[in-house]
């Protein structure tokens, strides 16, 4: 049995002169939550489609949970849950019985079907609900549902495309938890595209940057962070002018630096002091309120990756 | 995999049949008063003593399955539940032949139903001190001949549905089949010559039931293998997707 949950090798797809998916070279090892991150259209959901074996590829190739997704893709699908683009609910069927039928496809005993049906739903708030037609329901309780239907059958990789779409903020924290003790817990692997940064950074164990099918950086939220340059200080104070700016434009330790709304904001260039630059502004006579050093987030290494790109 | 069709039905009569609220729950019940009531008693006893209602019960079936199959993919692409669908374990063969025979079957099962009720009803309204049956042969006849129309409705319909973007152009698409089959024979029977048509006439005349529906049988179970070996010819999963 192979440690890897997903292990693609220049996998590419081709939409006649579209290259979706370009020679994509990726190895997610099992019982993690790995963040695919990448704007829209930028391959994310093809890739997802790629590793479940409902699009062939044009080159390269890819296992999921040890099987090739060519010739073992009923193999594949057997063993992962997958939430796609759409919710993919039978509106005109309970909550119930929407769960009824996965759990007859995923080949359930009656009594697990009903055990995990009543778990699901109570986890999630909705067994008061079971028995009205989804079609009446809110996006985010549609979305939790959907979310129940992928963890159903206890898979080993779930695909989850947006999940936290449509959801609040308390089911979007109750979904991270889950998800997370899912992989701790379970062991189960956790594939999710997002355009949620903070949601990546918080879960993510590993995460991917794509652009144009290219997979442009891999890692730890916090390596990547890392890889991104020093951290950013944010001065809030009075004084600040033109004179002071190009002083610290100057600063060797100092890689960008700019005035926004009355507040300085300092790009440095490594794990540098920040006191010996409020003194200089101080000695200019900068009277200053606060002083905020953040590490870079995921999402100035998610920007940083697309300018780069452009 | 029978357990997988098995599953395929039991979702498509929930939703289609059972939960799918409003007329929809009628539409079984209107159909039986009419078919399987008011035509056989107005027909009186030769419903039962003679073939009339061989064809009549041929070509049930094939109006039964043209009011559902269009959804059944077209339907779920619409709704954005087949890929879903698709992403599950079911192999291509469940999910096309659960489909084909959650329509055929609603069909066969519908027919059957009207046949059973057509003739106690004629019974009960003409009775003779005895119950008048049908022939074994004309029997066997329609239940074999509304199976294989329910099938081949099905299959035409779940290929016209298979690529078809919405359920209204699968309908349209259908109706369209359905008209053109429909008037194919009258069309033909006024171009061919007239000696032709003379030697046709006796031939229907002249043949009995027991050499002309294993004919038509065998013609329908050729053409219904056919359209679902095309069927799964063109059930494939990625083309289903890109569609």
């Given at each position: ?34 963040g695919?991150l990448g704007p ?154 997002t355009h949620n940064m903070s949601e990546a950074e918080k879960l993510c164990?590993l995460v991917g940057v794509i652009r144009?099918?290219?997979?442009l950086a891999v890692g730890h939220p916090d390596t990547l962070r890392s890889q991104a340059g020093g951290p950013r200080v944010e001065i809030i104070g009075r004084g600040f002018n033109e004179n002071l700016l190009a002083l610290l434009q100057a600063e060797p330790e100092v890689s960008a630096a700019e005035m926004h709304n009355g507040h300085l904001s300092l790009q440095l260039c490594a794990e540098k002091d920040v006191a010996p630059l409020v003194n200089l502004m101080v000695s200019m006579g900068v009277e200053v309120e606060e002083v905020r050093k953040d590490k870079a987030s995921l999402e100035n290494v998610f920007l940083t990756l697309m300018e780069e790109e452009k | ?243």
């Open positions: 049995m192979t440690d890897l949950a997903i292990c693609t090798q220049n996998l590419t797809r081709d939409f006649d002169t579209i290259r979706a998916v370009d020679n994509l070279s990726l190895e997610i090892p099992q019982g993690i939550v790995f695919f829209n259209g930028s391959g994310k959901t093809t890739m997802i489609r790629l590793l479940l074996g409902l699009l062939d590829p044009s080159a390269g190739s890819a296992e999921v949970l040890g099987h090739d997704v060519w010739t073992q893709s009923d193999a594949i699908r057997e063993r992962t849950g997958a939430l796609l683009e759409q919710v993919g609910l039978y509106e005109r069927l309970s909550a119930e019985d929407n769960l009824d039928f996965f759990g007859r496809v995923y080949r359930l005993s009656k009594s697990e079907r009903r055990n995990r049906t009543n778990e699901l739903l109570t986890h999630l708030g909705l067994f008061e609900r079971r028995q009205e037609m989804v079609k009446d329901w809110s996006r985010g309780m549609k979305q939790k549902l959907a979310i129940a239907r992928t963890m159903l059958h206890r898979p080993q990789l779930i695909f989850l495309d947006e999940p936290t779409t449509g959801l609040d903020p308390i089911a979007a924290a109750a979904l991270r938890d889950d998800l997370e003790s899912l992989a701790a817990r379970e062991g189960v692997t956790v594939f999710l595209t164990g144009q099918g290219k997979l | 995999m029978i357990a997988d069709i098995r599953t395929i039905i039991w979702k498509e009569w929930k939703d289609v049949l059972i939960q799918s609220g409003g007329r929809a729950k009628w539409y079984p019940l209107a159909f039986l008063a009419i078919f399987g009531l008011f035509l056989p008693l107005q027909t009186g006893i030769a419903w039962v003593e003679t073939p009339v209602s061989l064809g009549f019960y041929a070509l049930i079936p094939v109006m039964l399955v043209v009011t559902w199959v269009a959804d059944s993919f077209a339907g779920e692409r619409e709704r954005g539940t087949l890929e879903t669908l698709l992403a599950t374990c079911l192999s291509d063969r469940s999910i096309l032949f659960g489909k084909i025979a959650a329509v055929a079957g609603y069909a066969w099962v519908m027919a059957l139903a009207a046949f059973l009720s057509g003739t106690v009803a004629v019974n009960i309204a003409h009775w003779r001190g005895q119950l008048v049956l049908y022939k074994p042969s004309i029997a066997l006849g329609i239940v074999g001949l509304s199976f294989l129309t329910a099938t081949l409705g099905a299959n035409a319909g779940v290929l016209v549905s298979l690529r078809a973007p919405t359920v209204r152009q699968a309908q349209q698409t259908l109706g369209l089949a359905v008209f053109i089959i429909a008037w194919i024979p009258i069309l033909g029977l006024n171009i061919i010559p007239q000696a032709w048509k003379a030697v046709l006439g006796e031939w229907l005349k002249g043949g009995d039931m027991g050499s002309i529906v294993p004919i038509i049988v065998a013609a329908l179970l050729a053409l219904d293998l056919v359209l679902l070996g095309v069927a799964m010819t063109r059930f494939q999963r990625t083309r289903l997707i890109l569609d």
